[in-house]
Structure formats: C-alpha cells, structure tokens
C-alpha cells in the first residue's frame, strides 16, 4: 500500500510556542490531505482538509489561525500550531488520497505534549 | 453522513473467530462502508470495504445484509496482535467528500491469552 510518513514522531514543546508537522507521501501524489486529532481514550476528529496549491478547508470549530495548513506540494503538507497551549496536547493524524484510488492512506501520527 | 453505533468494547480469545457488527441505519444509496483497524499511538489501518453482500480478503470478512442498515467485520482465529480499536465508517467513495472521514467511537477488541 501508499506509505504517507508524519515528522516528527512525537513533539514537547513549551506553552505559547509554535509547532510544525510534516506528513508526506512517500510514493505517491496526494491531491488530498486530511488531518486529524485525536485525544486520549477518544475517536479521530477530523479537523481540516487541505488541497495542493489552494487554502485549508476547517471543519466546524476548529480554529484557523491556530492550526496553520499548508499544502505547498503534491507530497507534503504541514500542520503548524500556533502559540501551543497544553489543552493542544494531541495525537495528530494525517491521511492522504491520490487520484484514482478511493482509500485514504493515513500516517503513522505526531504526538503532540505542550508543556 | 450516516451515524454508525457499535458495541464500544469486545473480548475474546486466541484462535476464536470474532464479529464486530455496525449499525447504519441512515445509510445512504452511494455509501460504502469500511472498517479500519488502530493500535495505541498509531494512524488507523485500513481492512476492508464493501457495498453489499460479503467481502473477504486476507486478513477479514465483511458481511453486508441486503438492506445494508448493518454490517459485521468477521475476524478468524484472532490473536494477541489483533487488540486493537476497530472502527466502522460509512461514506461516498466519491464526490467531495471523498477522503474526509468521520470517526465514530469504535469497538475495542481485547484478545486474552
């Protein structure tokens, strides 16, 4: 199957600073990404969808200026947080789809721990 | 999008063959439904997809009634490795939402020794 890589791994950072997320396809081209978040003990939320070469689409309640998306090629998209708070502290998920293939390949996450 | 209600947790174990059943009741005509797998701090992984009927592949079967307001994830002579949450979605495989997936709470599956 497509393999879509997150950098980093895990991630602890300090309250008010911010925090970038790489994912990547690796041997493929997304037209898409997703990225999600997800708490302890809680399902998968998705939080936006991002288009290569165009602005984020948020879902509901989920603040913009606070998670940054930036789809600048084919093979990555990045996920920055703004001015990390604890309550941020997550488990990042992101997934990618190609053309012609209707399954969402997901990456293996970024666990986020604000301090 | 059609909402999915599944038994939160399920036990069994080694060498049993698992159900898992997912109920859907609103789904929609060009909805597929598919069910993934995932570990403790990692992305999900994808197990099967079917419209209608029975699919099987290497590692499940899926078991789709006619009316397709449910569905079963058939899992055969599980093992240790196999505790993990499963996760059942119903969505276009089409269309501009394809791709945005929303999770429900999924089951958790624990396999004892």
């Known amino acids: 199957g497509a393999v879509v890589s997150q950098h980093p791994s895990w991630v602890i950072c300090k309250s008010g600073t911010s925090v970038k997320i790489e994912c990547r396809s690796l041997?493929?081209?997304?037209?898409?990404m997703f990225w999600y978040r997800q708490f302890p003990k809680q399902s998968l939320m998705l939080m936006a969808t991002?288009?290569?070469?165009?602005?984020?689409?948020?879902e509901q309640g989920v603040e913009k200026d606070k998670f940054l998306i930036n789809h600048a090629s084919l093979t990555l998209s990045t996920l920055t947080v703004t001015s990390a708070h604890p309550e941020d502290s997550s488990f990042y998920i992101c997934?990618?789809?190609?053309?012609?293939?209707?399954?969402?390949?997901f990456g293996q996450g970024t666990r986020l721990t604000v301090v | 999008l059609a909402k999915t209600t599944q038994p939160i947790s399920m036990d069994s174990y080694e060498g049993q063959e698992v159900n898992i059943t997912c109920s859907h009741n609103?789904?929609?005509?060009?909805?597929?439904i598919t069910w993934y797998q995932q570990f403790p701090s990692q992305g999900p992984r994808f197990i099967i997809q079917?419209?209608?009927t029975k699919v099987t592949n290497e590692v499940a079967s899926l078991f789709i009634p006619a009316d397709r307001k449910s569905s079963t994830l058939s899992l055969p002579r599980v093992s240790l490795s196999d505790t993990a949450v499963y996760y059942c979605?119903?969505?276009?495989?089409?269309?501009?939402?394809?791709?945005?997936?929303?999770f429900g709470r999924g089951t958790q599956l624990t396999v004892w020794p």
């Open positions: 997934s990618a789809l190609t053309t012609g293939i209707a399954e969402a390949f």
């Open positions: 041997d493929f081209q997304a037209t898409t």
């Open positions: 991002s288009n290569e070469g165009s602005k984020a689409t948020y």
């Open positions: 609103n789904i929609a005509t060009n909805d597929y």
């Open positions: 079917g419209y209608k």
């Open positions: 979605l119903v969505a276009p495989l089409g269309g501009s939402t394809l791709g945005r997936l929303y």
